[in-house]
């Protein structure tokens, strides 16, 4: 009984550790259509071992303030593919830089990037997906 919580606890703070963050852009950043942007993902540093396998970008278009969760639509597509952090600067965690295009059909009006990451965490490889996301504003 107490072996099993005490796993379940440690699962979580794992699931937990592993999970990235949205660095950049910041919250309510104005973005113009058709301009490139550096969306930053960093991986806070942990202690357990993890294996990358991929992470997705997309910006969403809000209808009236109403976004999607990033769980459900992801808008359109700005980045699938390999998830790679490194330490760059000491002040930061382990983070990688993506240049996304703002697709020109985007008006102005509230968008939502979102962002699906997928890892295998631990000796067991137990597969973890962790969605994120960032309210930005089209101009
Ligand atoms: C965006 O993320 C925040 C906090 O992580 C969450 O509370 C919110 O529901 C998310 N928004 C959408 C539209 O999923
Ligand atoms: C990542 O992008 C940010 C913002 O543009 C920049 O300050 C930083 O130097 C970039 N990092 C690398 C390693 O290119």
Redesign the pocket.
């Known amino acids: 009984m107490f072996g099993s919580r005490l796993f379940v606890a440690f699962v979580a703070r794992t699931a937990l550790a592993q999970s990235v963050q949205i660095g950049l852009p910041d919250a309510g950043t104005v973005l113009n259509p058709g301009e490139d942007y550096t969306v930053q993902i960093q991986c806070p540093d942990s202690l357990t071992s993890s294996q990358e396998v991929a992470l997705v970008i997309g910006i969403q278009q809000c209808q009236n303030g109403h ?4 769980d459900e639509t992801l808008g359109n597509l700005l980045y699938s593919g390999s998830f790679n952090p490194q330490f760059h600067e000491p002040s930061l965690p382990p983070y990688q830089n993506f240049t996304v295009h703002i697709p020109d059909t985007m008006s102005s009006e509230s968008a ?1 990037v979102g962002v699906a990451h997928f890892a295998l965490v631990g000796d067991s490889f137990a597969p973890l997906i962790d969605y ?2 960032q309210s930005v504003s089209i101009a």
């Open positions: 976004c999607f969760p990033p939502l994120h996301n």
